[in-house]
């Protein structure tokens, strides 16, 4: 009797000792089961944010911009994708200062962003935000005009100190050194004397010989007629000569 109790006894432990494992493994199995799943949706999600942002590409702008109007905030971040570093370099180029072309660049989308509602579609959405670029451009020159603040170097698309007029390539090239430090000096006269123009007469003259715009360009992003720029111009032209008339 006690033999076969033991017997039992050992079958049942051994049962048990069996079944462990298995219980085990149960757990195991749905929590790799889950991660299956879940990378599973992973990769669909990415695969369709792949997809959609493909899909923005191919879309124009106005197209973007009636989207943006509805509602649809992944297609103004793509406008701003679009257009953000052409933002940046136009906002360092005229106003010559890093910190200042953020604060424009900044201003720039927020502006558009808020005001977004009441793009009526009569240009391109190109040409109006190169409009409230110059806008707050102007706006930022005139400010240091006030502080008769103007640094004499400006800075490129990466931070880094130019010359505007180093950009003007040298019609001459020669290895002179007397020529070249009579260029050296030119070109610093030229930029200094870019400051002694009004903000206006300024921006017009950086968008056409430094942006290389046509004046019908000039005058939709100025929203005003191309032969106003054309007078605009030839003030700003007329200026730098008088000023730059002893460097002869």
């Known amino acids: 009797m006690r033999s076969n109790a033991v017997a039992v006894q050992r079958k049942k432990s051994h049962v048990a000792t069996r079944a462990i494992p298995c219980a085990r493994r149960r757990p195991h199995a749905a929590v790799a089961h889950a991660r299956s799943e879940a990378t599973t949706r ?15 590409q191919k879309i124009d702008d106005a197209t973007l911009v009636r989207d943006s109007q509805a509602g649809d905030h992944a297609a103004f971040e793509e406008l701003v994708h679009r257009y953000d570093q052409a933002v940046l370099r136009l906002a360092l180029h005229l106003t010559g200062s890093q ?84 260029v050296r000096e030119l070109r610093l006269r030229i930029s200094r004397a870019l400051t002694k123009l ?44 008088t000023i730059l008339a002893d460097t002869r």
């Open 42 to 56: 992973l990769i669909a999600t990415t695969e369709s944010r792949s997809a959609t942002s493909i899909n923005l």
């Open 99 to 182: 910190s200042e072309a953020q604060d424009v660049y900044q201003e720039a989308f927020l502006k558009a962003f808020r005001n977004l509602r009441h793009f009526r579609f009569e240009c391109s959405f190109y040409t109006w935000m190169y409009r409230i670029v110059t806008n707050l451009c102007l706006d930022h020159l005139r400010n240091r005009r006030i502080r008769r603040e103007d640094p004499a170097v400006a800075f490129n698309s990466v931070g880094e100190e130019y010359d505007r007029l180093n950009q003007v390539a040298d019609s001459h090239p020669s290895v002179n050194p007397e020529r070249a430090l009579q």
């Open 198 to 241: 009004t903000p206006r007469e300024r921006i017009v003259f950086e968008l056409k010989h430094y942006q290389g715009l046509r004046l019908r360009a000039v005058g939709e992003i100025l929203n005003t007629t191309e032969e106003t720029i054309k007078s605009t111009l030839f003030r700003a032209t007329q200026k730098l000569r």
